[in-house]
């Protein structure tokens, strides 16, 4: 018989009064709504055959009438003749079994109320009734004409108990003891009784409290151990930290003192250098301590670089002809001075003018002439009787080069030259010449001057200052640093400084005391510059018309007056025209040589030196206005006197 006569001819409903369908699969539910599309296919009209199996009309199975075992023994493989292993007609796929499924849950449930209670959440795997995918009802009419089924509504699902935690399942199990407040009995495996008396207050101690205060202080010290440990770490850190700071620091400032070591090295040596003492450059160079290799690359090469200049320099072996060239204090302003009642024609014919002076020094540097001193070409021993000998030392010049020296006189400026009303003090009475050399803020030596309107100046008022900015813009014009020769007398003070012990009684001693200090302080920069102090006598006096006796008054007068201000001296400028003396032997020689002086300089028309092994004697050309009106031939090698006398403010200077 085939599958679907069976399901034609056969009814369960019919025959038996119940539907197998309410048997099959009872226990399975569904929580989301299907469709009935499984039984509204078209060809299997008989597909919903069991849809109106009333499960009322089974007996009960307490029930004691003939039929309540009737189906115990029902087999439908007698009816199909089939054996059971064949295909099933109840054996619908799932989706086909849906739609079964569906109307047997919705006859068994009754209907619900159509408000869910608040409690109804939905689930994470439910879908809520409004999406679900709408039925064809329209089809199922066709072939189930029932009525229209009430929605299915979801059961409100109980809170599920929430598991317990690890942790309260060990709490639960540690507190146990604590918990027990009355004896236990309990039975084991074989039957034995076992009783678990109420622990004890020393036994809740042992095993409860005990155990953790164990726990609990091995815990604090193996924190208190992290802690120190980390503590210790991070301290140490900080110390490395900062040990690496306080290195790479003083690495930066060891870097920074070699590199300003470094440029101030390089600098000095090349002054020294640029003045022709190249033994001292490299000297120099040779005191750097840094270890920088490119330091070292480069004072390597400039030390070469010396020595290779060293090498191209020449000798200089007539010093006898070496010229000085002497000017007396410079007139500042020389319409003050020449128009000066008493002594205007003086200053006229035996002083220069400032600008008169800077245009020499600029005819002297572009003639080739290097400014030299008497340690350029002298040197001296000392003998075992304690006496200094003298001899000639080589002069090393540039190809080209010619050596020259430079003398200032008078550079203790007279008062009768600054001051007008006789007060002991500078003023607009003057003859306007500077007052005094002093030392500036920045270190560098200037001329003090009081202009005509008694207005107090510093500045390059006189040979000094000039000269310094001279030598700072052509550095190659000193040799070795040299300078000029700085002559003063002693019975008014030096360098401007009224710093005789006569001022005490006409001022104070206070006034003396502060002269004495501007003095020494002016004296030590001079030397510092590397001018070479001198004597103009000590009262500007003409030693060749002095006797022994005079002389030797004059010099104990610069012992007692002079040289604890300026210190030894050991050269004597002759003061006046031809104010030398004639013999170098006699006791006027010997009264001189006794007071420290060993280089004499006295006037002439042409250079000329001479090395004794006691002393050097040299002749020095007096610059003057009339020297340089009436005698320009004396000049001519050095400068061009028509370019440097200044006519317009000098007009016709006097020739006596």
């Known amino acids: 018989m085939d599958k679907n006569d069976f399901d034609v001819d056969f009814d369960f409903e019919k025959e038996y009064g119940f539907d197998p369908s309410l048997f099959m699969d009872a226990d399975e539910t569904e929580e989301a709504p299907v469709t009935d599309s499984a039984f509204e296919s078209?060809?299997?009209?008989?597909?919903?055959?069991?849809?109106?199996?009333?499960?009322?009309?089974l007996p009960d199975e307490e029930d004691s009438g003939d039929d309540a075992g009737v189906f115990d023994d029902f087999d439908l493989d007698d009816i199909t003749g089939e054996s059971s292993e064949a295909e099933d007609p109840m054996d619908l796929s799932e989706e086909e079994d849906l739609p079964i499924r569906r109307r047997r849950q919705n006859r068994q449930e009754e209907p619900q109320d159509p408000e869910l209670p608040e409690e109804d959440v939905l689930q994470e795997d439910e879908v809520?009734?409004?999406?679900?995918?709408?039925?064809?009802?329209?089809?199922?009419?066709?072939?189930?004409?029932?009525?229209?089924?009430?929605?299915?509504?979801?059961?409100?699902?109980?809170?599920?108990?929430?598991?317990?935690?690890?942790?309260?399942?060990?709490?639960?199990?540690?507190?146990?003891?604590?918990?027990?407040?009355?004896?236990?009995?309990?039975?084991?495996?074989?039957?034995?009784?076992?009783?678990?008396?109420k622990p004890s207050k020393s036994q809740i101690f042992k095993e409860v409290y005990l155990p953790a205060i164990i726990a609990g202080l091995a815990l604090l010290l193996v924190l208190s151990f992290i802690v120190g440990s980390v503590t210790n770490a991070v301290k140490k850190k900080m110390l490395n930290d900062e040990a690496n700071r306080r290195e790479s620091l003083s690495a930066s400032q060891a870097a920074d003192a070699a590199e300003k070591e470094?440029?101030?090295?390089?600098?000095?040596?090349e002054a020294l250098a640029a003045g022709y003492n190249y033994d001292e450059a490299i000297a120099k160079l040779n005191t750097f301590t840094g270890t920088d290799a490119e330091h070292q690359q480069a004072i390597t090469a400039k030390k070469a670089e010396y020595t290779n200049a060293q090498s191209q320099l020449v000798e200089w072996k007539d010093v006898s002809q070496i010229p000085n060239l002497s000017f007396h204090v410079l007139m500042a302003d020389p319409t003050r001075a020449i128009?000066?009642?008493?002594?205007?024609?003086?200053?006229?014919?035996?002083?220069?003018?400032?600008?008169?002076?800077?245009?020499?020094?600029?005819?002297?540097?572009?003639?080739?002439?290097?400014?030299?001193d008497f340690d350029s070409f002298i040197s001296t021993s000392t003998g075992v009787d304690g006496k200094e000998s003298f001899f000639q030392s080589p002069l090393m010049l540039p190809a080209g080069k010619k050596p020259i020296m430079i003398t200032e006189t008078m550079v203790n400026y007279f008062n009768y030259m600054i001051d007008g009303n006789n007060d002991g003090e500078p003023d607009a009475g003057g003859a306007g010449f500077a007052c005094k050399l002093v030392v500036d803020a920045n270190g560098d030596i200037k001329a003090q001057y009081v202009d005509g309107s008694n207005q107090t100046l510093v500045g390059n008022y006189d040979l000094v200052p000039i000269l310094e900015d001279f030598i700072k813009a052509h550095p190659d014009f000193s040799y070795r640093g040299a300078r000029a020769t700085l002559a003063v007398t002693g019975h008014e003070g030096v360098f401007g400084y009224r710093?005789?012990?006569?001022?005490?009684?006409?001022?104070?001693?206070?006034?003396?005391?502060?002269?004495?200090?501007?003095?020494?302080?002016?004296?030590?920069?001079?030397?510092?510059?590397g001018y070479t102090i001198a004597s103009y006598t000590y009262s500007n006096q003409k030693y060749r018309d002095l006797s022994a006796k005079e002389i030797s008054q004059e010099m104990t007068n610069w012992k007692n007056q002079v040289t604890p201000i300026l210190g030894e001296v050991d050269v004597l400028v002759f003061a006046r025209e031809n104010g030398g003396i004639n013999d170098y032997t006699g006791a006027v020689f010997t009264a001189l040589s006794d007071t420290g002086f060993q280089y004499f300089v006295d006037d002439g028309e042409k250079p000329s030196v001479t090395i004794n092994t006691s002393y050097v004697r040299q002749t020095r050309i007096m610059v003057t206005g009339m020297n340089m009106q009436w005698h320009p031939t004396w000049f001519t090698q050095y400068f061009d006197c028509n370019a440097v006398l200044d006519i317009a403010v000098r007009g016709s200077v006097p020739n006596s």
């Open 42 to 57: 078209a060809e299997d009209p008989d597909a919903d055959f069991l849809g109106d199996f009333d499960l009322d009309s």
């Open 499 to 529: 710093c005789n012990t006569s001022y005490i009684a006409s001022k104070s001693q206070s006034y003396y005391d502060e002269q004495v200090a501007g003095a020494k302080e002016i004296t030590q920069a001079l030397r510092e510059k």
């Open 339 to 372: 128009s000066d009642a008493q002594y205007g024609g003086l200053y006229n014919r035996n002083f220069v003018t400032i600008d008169e002076f800077s245009k020499i020094l600029e005819q002297l540097y572009a003639g080739g002439y290097i400014l030299i």
């Open 128 to 197: 809520p009734e409004d999406e679900l995918p709408e039925e064809d009802t329209e089809e199922e009419s066709e072939e189930e004409p029932e009525a229209e089924k009430p929605a299915r509504r979801r059961k409100p699902r109980a809170d599920k108990p929430k598991k317990p935690s690890v942790f309260s399942k060990l709490l639960d199990l540690y507190l146990a003891p604590m918990r027990q407040t009355e004896d236990v009995q309990t039975v084991d495996e074989n039957g034995r009784i076992r009783r678990r008396r």
């Open 262 to 269: 470094y440029d101030a090295l390089m600098a000095e040596a």
